[in-house]
């Protein structure tokens, strides 16, 4: 058959011509989304990412290999707190056998198990029950990964969980900002949004990191306390406050936390920043940082400043009504703390996160200058925003949070933290205006009074009538909780804008307040 004789097969453009066709060219298809625009999966494993894959089989052999062979040796409960399930291990087949090996070690009344040695056998069993069973987590496995593992002692095997935690937070950080970034590029998202977004991540990033520490013997403990006792130098810092060093025996101790409270008007951040300006001057190796939620640093100075030059008032500078000698000695105060490592980070909007980031930038400064940090102060703890963990928690709940994370901070950094609370307003309806208020008063949250080692309380009487403080009398200072130490009291002279201590032996703390506190 010729060309000439073969049908003609219409094309497109006869098609349009005969009306077959739409003349729009996207009639009848479907928008389908880009690949290129999408991320398949944000959380999903990246080449590249930290990982310790040979201390996941290495960990979860000797795990198996001691089970079978020296129970005694070696149990995954040693490092349970590192690795309290399978979610850390990048292999998802290593932690789905994890979870069976901490499976075997669990007492389950409901289903009658008692716990059992982690064996190859009983973990098998184990991931069979939980419907996760497959090639990768059968038996033979199993035995393929204990075969391969050696003896590991408790030392090494918290070695390996630690490198497979820090992999993991690692990994799940950027995963987090993978996402953050993500978002980022697009114009529906704000920069509060990504501001927020970005501090939970931070947040999460802290709470992955913590390692609980691993048990401890009677023995390496008093060892390890004896060392410290035999060392030269006190084991406290001053506050440069004898009486209040005497409370606490010796001063603050790294790394312990504490809190001071009182009513608004009181002097809680006199009181501090004092401590924190003695506590540089007095060791030239220390650093101190003052986190401020609640005033700019600038009125911080001017309070130091005000007290550092006699005849000048805080209204003085602020009005700048100063005569030539005044000025002369503000210039010289300005001079005297010009060289001070009292540092600060001023936010009106402060996560745990961030002051948690203060401390360990503050960290790396001081020790590029060959100082560290030996205090932080948080001024005040009511004004840390929460994470967004327990962003719509009852109110106590997110105060609990900052309160466990100031042990944190003390802990990691390596200094003492204290942070300054709010006295409830329950305090002034007591039956006298004179009763010091006790811990119940800590605003919003018991667990300020449960995790602080030390706790003092700033009280000064006001008169009912007017709300005034009740002249002349003097401010009282009391240690309501000490965890080594004993509930005592005395009282604090105000001169110049700042606490000292009290010098007139005519008036005690019985002879002003009646009483000992409770």
Same mark, same amino acid.
């Given at each position: =058959?010729?060309?000439?004789?073969?049908?003609?097969?219409?094309?497109?453009?006869?098609?349009?011509?005969?009306?077959?066709?739409?003349?729009?060219?996207?009639?009848?298809? @479907?928008?389908?989304?880009?690949?290129?625009?999408?991320?398949?999966?944000?959380?999903?494993?990246?080449? +590249?990412?930290?990982?310790?894959?040979?201390?996941?089989?290495?960990?979860?052999?000797?795990?198996?290999?001691?089970?079978?062979?020296?129970?005694?040796?070696?149990?995954?409960?040693?490092?349970?707190?590192?690795? *309290?399930?399978?979610?850390?291990?990048?292999?998802?087949?290593? +932690?789905?056998?994890?979870?069976?090996?901490?499976?075997?070690?669990?007492?389950?009344?409901?289903?009658?198990?008692?716990?059992?040695?982690?064996?190859?056998?009983?973990?098998?069993?184990?991931?069979?029950?939980?419907? @996760?069973?497959?090639?990768?987590?059968?038996?033979?496995?199993?035995?393929?990964?204990?075969?391969?593992?050696?003896?590991?002692?408790?030392?090494?095997?918290?070695?390996?969980?630690?490198?497979?935690? @820090?992999?993991?937070?690692?990994?799940?950080?950027?995963?987090?900002?993978?996402?953050?970034?993500?978002?980022?590029?697009?114009?529906?998202?704000?920069?509060?949004?990504?501001?927020?977004?970005?501090?939970?991540?931070?947040?999460?990033?802290?709470?992955?990191?913590?390692?609980?520490?691993?048990?401890?013997?009677?023995?390496?403990?008093?060892?390890?306390?004896?060392?410290?006792?035999?060392?030269?130098?006190?084991?406290?810092?001053?506050?440069?406050?004898?009486?209040?060093?005497?409370?606490?025996?010796?001063?603050?101790?790294?790394?312990?936390?504490?809190?001071?409270?009182?009513? &608004?008007?009181?002097?809680?951040?006199?009181?501090?920043?004092?401590?924190?300006?003695?506590?540089?001057?007095?060791?030239? &190796?220390?650093?101190?940082?003052?986190?401020?939620?609640? =005033?700019?640093?600038?009125?911080?100075?001017?309070?130091?400043?005000?007290?550092?030059?006699?005849?000048?008032?805080?209204?003085?500078?602020?009005?700048?009504?100063?005569? *030539?000698?005044?000025?002369?000695?503000?210039?010289?105060?300005?001079?005297?703390?010009?060289?001070?490592?009292?540092?600060?980070?001023?936010?009106?909007?402060?996560?745990?996160?961030?002051?948690?980031?203060?401390?360990?930038?503050?960290?790396?400064?001081?020790?590029?200058?060959?100082?560290?940090?030996?205090?932080?102060?948080?001024?005040?703890? +009511?004004?840390?925003?929460?994470?967004?963990?327990?962003?719509?928690? *009852?109110?106590?709940?997110?105060?609990?949070?900052?309160?466990?994370?100031?042990?944190?901070?003390?802990?990691?950094? +390596?200094?003492?933290?204290?942070?300054?609370?709010?006295?409830?307003?329950?305090?002034?309806?007591?039956?006298?205006?004179?009763?010091?208020?006790?811990?119940?008063?800590?605003?919003?949250?018991?667990?300020?009074?449960?995790?602080?080692?030390?706790?003092?309380?700033?009280?000064?009487?006001?008169?009912?009538?007017?709300?005034?403080?009740?002249?002349?009398?003097?401010?009282?200072?009391?240690?309501?909780?000490?965890? =080594?130490?004993?509930?005592?009291?005395?009282?604090?002279?105000?001169?110049?804008?700042?606490?000292?201590?009290?010098?007139?032996?005519?008036?005690?703390?019985?002879?002003?307040?009646?009483?000992?506190?409770?």
């Amino acid at each position: =058959m010729s060309d000439e004789q073969k049908p003609k097969v219409p094309d497109e453009n006869d098609r349009l011509k005969a009306g077959e066709l739409s003349p729009n060219a996207f009639a009848g298809t @479907k928008r389908v989304a880009s690949p290129a625009l999408h991320l398949v999966d944000s959380r999903m494993r990246k080449i +590249g990412e930290p990982s310790d894959v040979a201390a996941e089989h290495a960990l979860i052999g000797s795990c198996l290999w001691a089970a079978s062979n020296s129970p005694n040796l070696l149990r995954a409960s040693a490092v349970a707190d590192l690795l *309290p399930d399978g979610a850390p291990f990048y292999e998802r087949d290593n +932690g789905i056998i994890w979870d069976g090996i901490l499976a075997c070690l669990v007492k389950d009344d409901a289903t009658g198990h008692t716990p059992v040695e982690h064996d190859p056998v009983a973990v098998a069993q184990h991931i069979a029950v939980a419907g @996760k069973g497959k090639d990768s987590t059968s038996i033979e496995a199993l035995l393929k990964l204990q075969a391969a593992a050696s003896t590991v002692s408790e030392v090494q095997a918290r070695a390996y969980a630690e490198s497979i935690r @820090k992999c993991w937070a690692k990994r799940e950080a950027i995963r987090d900002f993978r996402i953050i970034v993500s978002d980022a590029l697009s114009p529906k998202v704000s920069d509060i949004e990504i501001y927020d977004r970005a501090s939970k991540a931070a947040l999460a990033v802290m709470e992955r990191s913590i390692n609980t520490s691993s048990i401890v013997s009677i023995g390496k403990s008093a060892e390890g306390l004896f060392t410290k006792l035999m060392a030269p130098g006190n084991t406290a810092f001053s506050t440069g406050l004898r009486d209040l060093d005497l409370m606490t025996n010796g001063g603050l101790r790294e790394p312990e936390t504490s809190i001071v409270a009182a009513r &608004t008007g009181i002097g809680k951040s006199t009181l501090a920043s004092g401590i924190s300006i003695f506590t540089v001057t007095n060791d030239p &190796t220390a650093v101190a940082l003052y986190v401020t939620l609640e =005033m700019p640093h600038e009125s911080f100075t001017t309070k130091l400043l005000a007290s550092m030059t006699p005849g000048v008032t805080v209204p003085a500078i602020r009005r700048k009504s100063l005569n *030539p000698p005044q000025w002369s000695e503000l210039g010289n105060a300005v001079k005297a703390v010009m060289d001070l490592d009292l540092w600060f980070t001023v936010s009106l909007s402060q996560t745990l996160a961030s002051v948690f980031a203060a401390a360990r930038e503050a960290q790396r400064m001081a020790k590029r200058k060959g100082k560290r940090v030996k205090l932080v102060v948080l001024d005040h703890i +009511g004004l840390v925003k929460p994470s967004e963990l327990v962003k719509k928690a *009852p109110r106590q709940l997110q105060v609990a949070e900052t309160s466990r994370g100031l042990r944190f901070i003390a802990t990691e950094i +390596g200094c003492h933290v204290m942070a300054l609370a709010q006295i409830h307003r329950d305090a002034e309806r007591q039956k006298s205006s004179e009763s010091i208020p006790k811990l119940w008063h800590l605003r919003e949250s018991g667990d300020l009074e449960q995790d602080a080692d030390q706790i003092f309380i700033a009280h000064r009487p006001r008169d009912p009538a007017t709300g005034m403080f009740v002249p002349n009398k003097a401010t009282a200072l009391v240690l309501a909780k000490g965890r =080594m130490d004993e509930v005592a009291a005395n009282l604090l002279d105000f001169q110049r804008g700042r606490y000292c201590d009290w010098t007139d032996p005519t008036r005690t703390f019985q002879s002003e307040y009646g009483k000992n506190p409770d």
